[in-house]
């Protein structure tokens, strides 16, 4: 019976349109058998320098030229020659076949390597690269795709701008205005506010609407401990005092869990991290462990905050500045959020000169304006003593990728600091608040314009 890397390289040899779509997924370590992963060498150099299928006497000829080769693989590779003939079969099924041999050998030789890291053989990875290896092998596939060909493929490309995107709404109606809709995945969201302003507030506020509407929300903490965030969300969903939860009884606090429990149908999980350890490896893994181990898999994740992690490609102790560092970060977890469909939340502080400012700008993050350069949608919660007497915080757009960010720059929307939540004002609040006077008509998904806080109403506990 014939090996099939045998067929896949005299595929390679005798049919020039087979080979130039499977030869730039192919790696040369995929061929166990070193005669056969020279000739294969061979062909693809030929194929590049020559743009051409190389005949069997051209490769024997590359094949002699070659100094590297014991006279035992010379010998090896002019009986795999010999044997060279033209391949009868379909394209198609050369090229599923060959896609999944590459899958299995790539998974073999990552499994391979993890035995090696594992064991201690090698130098430069240790063991927390060993989940990135596997993705990567899994991974494997044949992505045909060249680019957007702009005259051919104009239908497809209208249906794009036609489509409806899967967007995840906020509960105000002014975020989601500015969103048109909501946040998209493979996105990244920021929100930059000063120390006490508000940063976990908003997230913990939007991850449990997000919640309500029966969502899996994912929220990392590298600040605050598991239990601490959990309490914000309590207070935000059981409509209770921060500061009282602790004094409910415990069957009180339990009926009242029950309750939320039996109005949403997503999940709620909080992982903590120590501060400047974990990365965007470390969330990857523990993205691959809640699906092997809960079958659960977030449609949203909130990062609490993004300049205390860590990056996967800046080690620790590094004299990297902080623009490299936090760009690193934000890069890598808008890498995330394309890999797993989603998108992600995070937050960060300003300078010290934004601090207390009443009309913080982009220029005011802290440490990196790599940030805003990289993340989709950047917005600024901005408290003074005239919004705390009121009970309002402002909210400007610094970047926006979804919308026009000069439709309805500055607003403010309703704070309760003891319940954890946020909530839509009036308009009469927004009028000298307002930096634009455009206006856009948001439809929901049922086609009507009704407030989102309408669509929550109910929901209340």
């Avoid at 594992?118 to 045909?144: C, H, M, W, Y």
Wanted: net charge negative; with cysteine.
């Amino acid at each position: 019976m014939e090996r099939i890397e045998n067929l896949i390289l005299r595929s390679l040899a005798y049919n020039e349109n087979y080979s130039r779509k499977v030869i730039p997924f192919i790696e040369p370590d995929y061929f166990h058998d070193s005669s056969e992963r020279v000739l294969f060498e061979e062909i693809a150099q030929y194929m590049v320098k020559y743009n051409a299928r190389p005949s069997k006497e051209a490769l024997g000829i590359e094949v002699e030229a070659r100094n590297n080769l014991s006279e035992t693989d010379v010998q090896n590779i002019r009986t795999i020659l010999s044997s060279f003939d033209d391949v009868t079969g379909t394209d198609e099924w050369m090229q599923d076949t060959t896609e999944k041999w590459c899958k299995k050998q790539a998974i073999y030789n990552a499994l391979m390597e993890s035995v090696g890291i594992a064991n201690g053989d090698s130098k430069q990875k240790t063991e927390d690269a060993i989940p990135s290896i596997l993705s990567s092998a899994l991974a494997v596939s044949f992505d045909r795709n060249v680019g957007h060909d702009y005259i051919e493929d104009a239908s497809e490309r209208f249906d794009f701008y036609t489509r409806k995107e899967d967007k995840i709404p906020f509960d105000i109606e002014l975020l989601n205005k500015i969103t048109k809709g909501g946040l998209t995945n493979k996105s990244l969201n920021i929100a930059l506010a000063g120390t006490g302003v508000g940063k976990s507030l908003f997230m913990c506020h939007v991850a449990a609407a997000t919640l309500l509407q029966g969502k899996n929300v994912l929220y990392i903490t590298a600040e605050m401990a598991e239990e601490k965030i959990a309490e914000r969300i309590d207070a935000n969903l059981l409509n209770v005092n921060i500061q009282d939860i602790s004094s409910l009884s415990k069957k009180m606090f339990e009926d009242k869990v029950t309750k939320v429990a039996k109005k949403v149908q997503g999940s709620l999980i909080i992982k903590e991290y120590p501060t400047a350890q974990a990365h965007s490896g470390h969330f990857k893994a523990l993205l691959n462990e809640l699906q092997l181990k809960k079958n659960f898999r977030p449609d949203i994740i909130f990062i609490d905050y993004l300049n205390i992690c860590a990056s996967s490609r800046i080690k620790s102790g590094s004299n990297a500045n902080s623009y490299t560092l936090v760009k690193s970060i934000a890069e890598e977890l808008r890498g995330l959020a394309v890999e797993f469909n989603l998108p992600i939340v995070s937050a960060t502080q300003t300078t010290r000169s934004g601090y207390g400012n009443s009309d913080v700008d982009i220029t005011d993050t802290s440490e990196s304006f790599g940030l805003p350069a990289t993340a989709d949608l950047m917005v600024a919660l901005i408290s003074t003593e005239e919004l705390e007497g009121l009970g309002q915080i402002m909210v400007k757009q610094l970047k926006n990728r979804y919308n026009d960010p000069t439709i309805h720059k500055r607003f403010v929307v309703g704070i309760d600091r003891a319940k954890m939540r946020l909530y839509d004002c009036e308009q009469s609040a927004q009028d000298d608040i307002m930096g634009s006077s455009k206006e856009e008509e948001y439809e929901h998904s049922d086609g009507t314009t009704k407030p989102f806080k309408e669509k929550f109403a109910k929901l209340n506990f």
